[in-house]
């Protein structure tokens, strides 16, 4: 099996106009070792901070496997970045990835995953493709976002070790594309520190059952 391992570090190339607003969904690769701070990566920009960054996005991750499904189902390269993550991962199963789950990158970074990305319509502007945020989502492979929990550097090729399974079972795809009330009562009962939004969308949804 391969090892796990960042594959690209992406940040802001050219910000672009999007559905209404300014967009930073255009990530590129960058060479070399990039600082990651509590915020997100040197050099990276977030526009509408009203749904994008912040200690519980702080990163964007996605994997080069799920890029290959949507390479083959859209029939066009998808390149590092296209979908607008920072770190593209190789070997190591995002949409899988249980919400509360942490990996070390490298020698001194460690993230936990926090919660699937809910795509909007800048994504289908950059793809040139009318809707295909939704298509997206349904999917449930919509890449997970980061806090950072050690600071440091990463580089392209540094090794991605899970360090931490919080043991709840409740997955990014699960709960991107196929919650239930069982998973929110799941996630609430699993003692974990959910964000904010994530915790108020369990409790909604969990409500529904009482």
């Known amino acids: 099996m391969n090892e796990a391992r960042l594959a690209a570090v992406n940040v802001l190339f050219v910000l ?7 967009t930073a969904i255009d990530k590129r690769p960058v060479d070399g070792p990039v600082e990651v701070g509590e915020l997100g990566l040197a050099g990276d920009v ?10 519980d996005k702080a990163l964007y991750a996605y994997s080069t496997e ?10 066009r390269d998808v390149a590092p970045g296209l979908f607008g993550e920072n770190l593209t991962v190789e070997a190591l199963d995002v949409s899988e990835a249980e919400i509360g789950e942490r990996w070390r990158i490298g020698s001194d970074v ?30 449930g492979r919509v890449g ?3 806090s950072v929990i050690h600071t440091g550097t990463v580089t392209a090729a540094d090794p991605i070790t899970v360090i931490h399974k919080p043991g709840h079972g409740i997955t990014i795809a699960a709960w991107s594309a196929r919650r239930t ?20 969308s369990a409790r909604r949804l969990a409500h529904r059952t009482r």
């Open 46 to 55: 977030q526009c509408d901070t009203r749904y994008h960054g912040g200690p």
């Open 66 to 75: 799920d890029a290959a499904w949507w390479a083959e189902e859209l029939d």
């Open 16 to 22: 672009r106009q999007g559905a209404g607003r300014t």
């Open 110 to 139: 460690v993230v936990e995953v926090r919660q699937p990305r809910t795509p909007c319509d800048n994504l289908s502007l950059r793809l040139g493709i009318p809707g295909f945020h939704r298509q997206f989502r349904a999917s």
């Open 144 to 146: 997970a976002y980061l």
């Open 181 to 200: 009330p069982e998973h929110a009562e799941q996630l609430l009962s699993s003692g974990i520190d959910l964000a904010p939004p994530l915790r108020a």
